[in-house]
Structure formats: C-alpha cells, structure tokens
C-alpha cells in the first residue's frame, strides 16, 4: 500500500513538493530529500498534508506525476515545486508489471533542449558528500552488468572514437601536468598492484594468454567457452 503527500511552506502554505511513500512516516521524515527541500525547510519550515492513503503503488504514482505537472516544477520554470523529477521513480520494490508499467510511460520520452538546459543548471556546482560517496561506493560493489547489457554497451560503442583522438592540449596545459607529477612517486602497495595487473596469466577454459586486467574481463568466468556450454 502506498500514500500520496504534499509539503507547504508555513509562512504562505505555498506548495512546494509533492510525494509518496509506503506509509505515513515518509511523509514527515527528512531523510534522502534534495538540497532545495532542506533549503526551504531550514528558511521557513514546512507543514503535512497526507491526501490520499491506502491505495496501490503504481497508482500513488500516477497522482505523483498528475499532482507534479499541474503544480509545476520550479527547476523548469514551470511552478512552485521543488520536486526534481516529474514523479513515479519512487518505487520501493516495485512489482514487474509496475516495472514494466512505468517503463512503458517513459520509454522515448524526449525532453526539450530548454528542460535539458535547465535541468544541467540545476546540477551545476553539485558535490556529493563523503557519506554519500561511500554509500554509492558499497551500492557497487559485487555489481556486474548482465550479458545483455554488455553486448548492447559493445554495439553501441562499434565505431566510435576515443575522446581524446586528434585532441591537441595546449602547452599551459601539459606544463601544468608536468608539474604536478614533478617528485611524485607510487607507494609500494600501488607498484606491486601495478605490477600485478600486467602479470602474464592463462585462462584455464580457452588456455590464452594474455595480461590479468584484459584476461579477468574476457576470459576465466566470462570465457565463452564456458558461457556455450
């Protein structure tokens, strides 16, 4: 079950950010806002409006985006909400119908080059915390892309350049470079790494050799003598 809520100002119970949750609790707790939410709270505090309750996700969704629009985004330009997305990617465990659901609404949506500039001016100067480095840290680690997705990530970058290709550096540039490593020099631990990823090894399926990086990528669990049989 899922509610719908909406956060006013107190000084003009102006809205100014719709939302949902799995219960009432989400609706008056502080966690995991944007910046612009904690800003308007900190200047002029905020008051709870729970307006629906007891209903099914997907449709708490619905009325999040339906609420979203009709109030306007103010990162767009568009209204009063400091909502930075137009709603519905909430989910807390979704269902796969409700996966596929919100998949389809979104699926070739194309945003305005104004939505798009405006949305890189909301982000510009925007530094995530040590903490939150951490926990996206610790949210990789152990994560691998599934087969599909490297073969799509493969087809996509057929063709394509490196970005650095035919780029020519200005002197300022190199000199700067050049400086910063001037007496610079690796720890024992980063040699011995280093030394150790260019080690010669042989995948025990295929029996190539190559060196350890480019092996572990293509080669011992992800042979494809393994994955055909």
Not at 67 to 86: E, H, Q
Not at 111 to 135: A, D, H
Not at 161 to 184: D, L, M, P, Q
Request: proline share 1%; charged share 30%; glycine share 10%.
């Amino acid at each position: 079950m899922a509610i719908v809520y909406q956060h006013r100002r107190v000084g003009t119970n102006e809205i100014f950010y719709v939302g949902i949750g799995k219960n009432r609790e989400r609706a008056f707790s502080h966690k995991n806002r944007n910046k612009h939410w904690y800003s308007v709270v900190r200047k002029e505090g905020y008051q709870v409006d729970i307006l629906i309750e007891g209903t099914d996700w997907l449709s708490a969704c619905e009325v999040e985006r339906g609420l979203i629009k009709a109030y306007g985004r103010r990162d767009l330009g568009l209204g009063t909400l400091v909502n930075m997305t137009d709603g519905g990617e909430g989910a807390i465990n979704p269902s796969e119908e409700t996966k596929e659901k919100i998949g389809n609404a979104n699926r070739g949506r194309v945003f305005t080059v104004e939505e798009i500039e405006k949305r890189k001016k909301s982000r510009s100067g925007y530094r995530p915390s040590e903490e939150t480095k951490q926990k996206m840290s610790r949210s990789r680690i152990g994560f691998k892309h599934s087969k599909e997705v490297i073969s799509k990530m493969s087809q996509i970058a057929i063709g394509k350049e490196g970005t650095n290709i035919g780029k020519i550096f200005s002197k300022e540039w190199c000199i700067n470079i050049s400086k910063a490593k001037v007496g610079y020099k690796h720890k024992v631990e980063s040699k011995e790494k280093m030394v150790g990823l260019f080690t010669t090894v042989t995948c025990p399926f295929c029996k190539k050799e190559g060196q350890k990086t480019a092996m572990k990528r293509w080669h011992f669990n992800n042979c494809k003598k393994v994955n055909n049989e």
